[in-house]
């Protein structure tokens, strides 16, 4: 009978609406210190940074109150300059907040180098789907007296004759050196021209 007279008393609805205002205060009173701790309403927009070299990306990211970070660098890009700025997350014109750490994949400084296969004696047109499927392009054509037509004798690299395991950067020319499928009848040719004399 006590605890009905209670619940039907002044004092009872004072109790409760003092425990409403203080759980309403209280969790106005959290919401704005996460709004401050957290910086809620501060929006900082990441900027372009794309083939941006790694000094201007750290001035450029320290105004803007933002850290970078370095990733492992990407395969070679042509397109950007070595040691620029390939990608980077979170991307251009998204909103983040003070010190976040900005995450930067750069350009290496140029190509992997590649060790040449042993290709020597086989078909051009093998030895050029083989270089292609690694990385290398095919630059010049050069013949020379042998039987094999179109048979791999000789690779060279900027003029240079190059031998199978040497080390060579990945998207370089390597002009191949021919056989002309006919060896033997110049070399007949030559002797027969050295004995009428």
Known sequence: MQLIDYIKSKSFLRTIITMVLIVIIGLFALNRYLDYTTNHDQKIQVPDLAKMSLNDVDKTLKNLDLQM???????????YPPKSVISHNPEAGDFVKENRKIYITLNPSGYRKIAIPDVLNKTK???????????????????IPDLGKDVVRKMKF??????PGDLIAKNSRIDLVLGDGNGAEKAKDTLNISNEQ
């Open 69 to 79: 970070e370095i990733l492992d660098s990407a395969s070679f890009n042509p397109d």
């Open 125 to 143: 047109r093998q030895v050029e789907t083989h270089l292609k499927s690694i990385g290398f392009r095919i630059g010049k054509y050069e013949y």
């Open 158 to 163: 900027n003029g240079v004759e190059v031998t």
